[in-house]
């Protein structure tokens, strides 16, 4: 039974580093056929979305802190299967180690519930850019996790964006229908919105994020200048 190590990382990488590490120990299943790179891409996104609740939300972990998670796991049938009872993490932040241990056996409990559950997004427009795309801040929990451009289409839709957190995912392009006002459209569904998008690698989603937010601050400088 293969064990995914992380090594010592901070924890602002550790979605990195568990995604780059099960796609090099899994990398002659690839090529020969038994395992398709989406189920690995699938698999450390499911890993990682489980750790972010163990992490940040259970324990508080700050993205400097460091970190070594371990876990084993299975591939069976074309399919990767977390062996969750055998999840272990060790963080360098003063935590006993007893309430870590009780963080991580809270979670692996309703693994099951928070991976199948769609991640929950509210959304906060920014603003819109000089070519009419609307631009939105995307929130979990209250905190904020990426960004989104809307492009409208006459009755459609064009939307794409990424978020670093819980999970880093990117939604390269995903064409919409609506009725009635299509900011209140966004607002109500965009949870199920983003269900389509992909798992990656936080660096990627971190650029997606940063050259959304650029549009809508090159848009208000152009006002700005225009204004003066």
Not at 49 to 60: D, H, N, P
Not at 152 to 166: C, F, M, S, T, Y
Not at 177 to 183: F, I, K, Q, T, V
């Amino acid at each position: 039974m293969p064990t995914l190590k992380s090594g010592l990382v901070i924890a602002g990488a550790y979605a990195d580093k568990v995604r780059r590490v099960l796609f090099a120990q899994l990398k002659d299943n690839i090529k020969r056929g038994e395992l398709d790179s989406k189920e690995v891409a699938r698999a450390a996104g499911e890993l990682n979305r489980l750790l972010f609740e163990i992490l940040v939300y259970k324990l508080g972990i700050d993205k400097g802190d460091v970190v070594r998670i371990s876990v084993d796991y299975d591939v069976v049938n074309g399919s990767i299967e977390w062996k969750l009872d055998t999840l272990k993490i060790e963080a360098w932040r003063r935590i006993p180690q007893e309430e870590v241990d009780k963080a991580v056996s809270t979670i692996t409990e309703k693994a099951e519930e928070i991976v199948s559950s769609a991640i929950e997004f509210e959304v906060g427009e920014l603003g819109e850019t000089e070519t009419g795309d609307i631009i939105y801040e995307l929130r979990h929990r209250d905190r904020v996790v990426g960004a989104l451009a809307v492009t409208p289409l006459n009755g459609e839709a064009l939307i794409r964006g990424a978020v670093v957190e819980p999970t880093p995912l990117i939604l390269r392009r995903k064409k919409i229908s609506y009725e009635g006002d299509l900011r209140d459209y966004i607002e109500s569904n965009i949870t199920d919105i983003m269900r389509d998008a992909e798992n990656t690698e936080r660096r990627e989603a971190e650029r997606v994020v940063r050259e959304l937010r650029a549009l809508i601050e090159a848009s208000k400088e152009e006002a700005e200048e225009e204004y003066e």
